[in-house]
C-alpha cells in the first residue's frame, strides 16, 4: 500500500476537503483525487462519499480505515525513526498568534525554536482568535495561540498561562495612589478588536461596575495604541508583561487601579501530524518554553492593581 496514497486520504479526510488536503500537502487537487481513487481501488471500497457535492462525508468504510490510516502513518514515522531514515530535509510550521502574545513571549519563542531546530522554517500570521481557530481547523495553519480554545476532529488544545492585563496611560498620570474605576474611567478608553476577549471583558466590568468612559476605542495594534497614548488619546488596556517592556521606551504608564482587569486567557490549539515526529518535537519544544518563560517572568511578577505603585 503506498503511504503517499495513505497520507492524502488521511488530510483529505480530517481536513473535510480535498482543497484544503491539497493546500496542506503542496499539490494539485486533481493529484490528491487521483491518489484517493487509487487506494479506493486497490482497497475494492469507496472511501469518500462523492453524492452530495455541497457536504463533505465518508463512506463507512472510509470512516474505519480513517482510523487504520493513522496508525499506519504513524508506524511508518516509528519506522523511520528507529531505522535512523528521517526526512532532513527542512520542516515548515505555520503559527498563528494574537497580538498580545506578539508583545510577549512569541518573538523569544521563535528566537528559540530557530536555535532548537536550524532546518526549521516558520510562516507567522499574527490575527484576532476567531480567524486564528478557523485557520487551524481548515488545515492552513499548524499551531496557534489565541484567547479561546477549539474543540474539532484532530485538533488538540492545551490551556496556557493566562496574562495580566492593566491600565496603560501617559506618564503624565503616572501616580502611586491607585486610581479608582471611576477616574480611569472618566478618560477615553481603547482596547483590542471589537468583539475580542479584552474587549468584551472591559464591557463586562464597566457594566458590572456602572461606569462608562465617555468613549471606547478599539484598536487591533499595540504599537497604535502606543503612540495614541503617548498623544494624549486616551488610557489603554494591555497585557501587563508588554506594559513592562512598553514604559521603559515610551513615555507610557502603568496605571495603578482599585479594580483588577479580567486577564486575557490563552490557549494553544495544534495539528499534529502522524507523519512527523519532528514536528510533534517543535510544538511540545514549544508549549515547553512558552511555560518556562512565563514561570520566569512570574518569579518578579506584582499583581497589577500593584504594577504601577513600584
Same mark, same amino acid.
Given at each position: 500500500?503506498?503511504?503517499?496514497?495513505?497520507?492524502?486520504?488521511?488530510?483529505?479526510?480530517?481536513?473535510?476537503?480535498?482543497?484544503?488536503?491539497?493546500?496542506?500537502?503542496?499539490?494539485?487537487?486533481?493529484?490528491?483525487?487521483?491518489?484517493?481513487?487509487?487506494?479506493?481501488?486497490?482497497?475494492?471500497?469507496?472511501?469518500?462519499?462523492?453524492?452530495?457535492?455541497?457536504?463533505?462525508?465518508?463512506?463507512?468504510?472510509?470512516?474505519?480505515?480513517?482510523?487504520?490510516?493513522?496508525?499506519?502513518?504513524?508506524?511508518?514515522?516509528?519506522?523511520?525513526?528507529?531505522?535512523?531514515?528521517?526526512?532532513?530535509?527542512?520542516?515548515?510550521?505555520?503559527?498563528?498568534?494574537?497580538?498580545?502574545?506578539?508583545?510577549?513571549?512569541?518573538?523569544?519563542?521563535?528566537?528559540?525554536?530557530?536555535?532548537?531546530?536550524?532546518?526549521?522554517?516558520?510562516?507567522?500570521?499574527?490575527?484576532?482568535?476567531?480567524?486564528? $481557530?478557523?485557520? *487551524?481547523? @481548515? =488545515?492552513? %495553519?499548524?499551531?496557534?495561540?489565541?484567547?479561546?480554545?477549539?474543540?474539532?476532529? !484532530?485538533? +488538540?488544545?492545551?490551556?496556557?498561562?493566562?496574562?495580566?492585563?492593566?491600565?496603560?496611560?501617559?506618564?503624565?498620570?503616572?501616580?502611586?495612589?491607585?486610581?479608582?474605576?471611576?477616574?480611569?474611567?472618566?478618560?477615553?478608553?481603547?482596547?483590542?478588536?471589537?468583539?475580542?476577549?479584552?474587549?468584551?471583558?472591559?464591557?463586562?466590568?464597566?457594566?458590572?461596575?456602572?461606569?462608562?468612559?465617555?468613549?471606547?476605542?478599539?484598536?487591533?495594534?499595540?504599537?497604535?495604541?502606543?503612540?495614541?497614548?503617548?498623544?494624549?488619546?486616551?488610557?489603554?488596556?494591555?497585557?501587563?508583561?508588554?506594559?513592562?517592556?512598553?514604559?521603559?521606551?515610551?513615555?507610557?504608564?502603568?496605571?495603578?487601579?482599585?479594580?483588577?482587569?479580567?486577564?486575557?486567557?490563552?490557549?494553544?490549539?495544534?495539528?499534529?501530524?502522524?507523519?512527523?515526529?519532528? $514536528?510533534?518535537? *517543535?510544538? @511540545? =519544544?514549544? %508549549?515547553?518554553?512558552?511555560?518556562?518563560?512565563?514561570?520566569?517572568?512570574?518569579? !518578579?511578577? +506584582?499583581?497589577?492593581?500593584?504594577?504601577?505603585?513600584?
Amino acid at each position: 500500500m503506498n503511504q503517499r496514497f495513505v497520507e492524502a486520504f488521511y488530510w483529505v479526510a480530517t481536513l473535510r476537503s480535498m482543497t484544503r488536503a491539497a493546500e496542506k500537502l503542496f499539490m494539485t487537487q486533481s493529484a490528491i483525487s487521483s491518489r484517493i481513487s487509487a487506494l479506493e481501488e486497490e482497497l475494492g471500497v469507496l472511501l469518500i462519499d462523492r453524492r452530495d457535492k455541497q457536504q463533505f462525508s465518508l463512506t463507512n468504510a472510509g470512516v474505519r480505515f480513517l482510523s487504520y490510516s493513522e496508525r499506519l502513518m504513524a508506524l511508518h514515522r516509528q519506522l523511520r525513526d528507529e531505522l535512523g531514515t528521517e526526512d532532513g530535509s527542512a520542516h515548515l510550521l505555520r503559527v498563528g498568534a494574537v497580538e498580545s502574545a506578539l508583545h510577549t513571549w512569541l518573538i523569544p519563542l521563535l528566537k528559540h525554536l530557530r536555535t532548537e531546530h536550524p532546518k526549521l522554517e516558520l510562516e507567522l500570521t499574527v490575527e484576532i482568535t476567531p480567524v486564528l $481557530l478557523e485557520q *487551524v481547523k @481548515r =488545515g492552513n %495553519l499548524d499551531l496557534v495561540f489565541a484567547a479561546s480554545s477549539l474543540a474539532a476532529t !484532530g485538533i +488538540r488544545t492545551r490551556a496556557l498561562p493566562p496574562m495580566a492585563m492593566v491600565f496603560v496611560g501617559p506618564t503624565s498620570m503616572k501616580r502611586r495612589e491607585p486610581y479608582s474605576l471611576a477616574e480611569i474611567v472618566s478618560q477615553e478608553l481603547m482596547t483590542f478588536q471589537r468583539g475580542s476577549q479584552p474587549h468584551v471583558a472591559l464591557l463586562e466590568l464597566l457594566r458590572g461596575a456602572g461606569v462608562e468612559p465617555p468613549r471606547l476605542h478599539t484598536v487591533s495594534s499595540i504599537p497604535a495604541m502606543v503612540r495614541l497614548i503617548e498623544s494624549g488619546f486616551g488610557i489603554a488596556t494591555l497585557p501587563y508583561v508588554a506594559a513592562k517592556t512598553l514604559v521603559r521606551g515610551h513615555d507610557v504608564a502603568i496605571l495603578p487601579c482599585d479594580t483588577e482587569l479580567p486577564a486575557l486567557p490563552l490557549h494553544a490549539s495544534y495539528r499534529l501530524d502522524p507523519s512527523s515526529s519532528a $514536528l510533534a518535537a *517543535v510544538v @511540545r =519544544g514549544a %508549549l515547553q518554553f512558552i511555560d518556562d518563560f512565563v514561570a520566569g517572568q512570574s518569579a !518578579g511578577k +506584582r499583581a497589577p492593581r500593584a504594577a504601577g505603585s513600584a
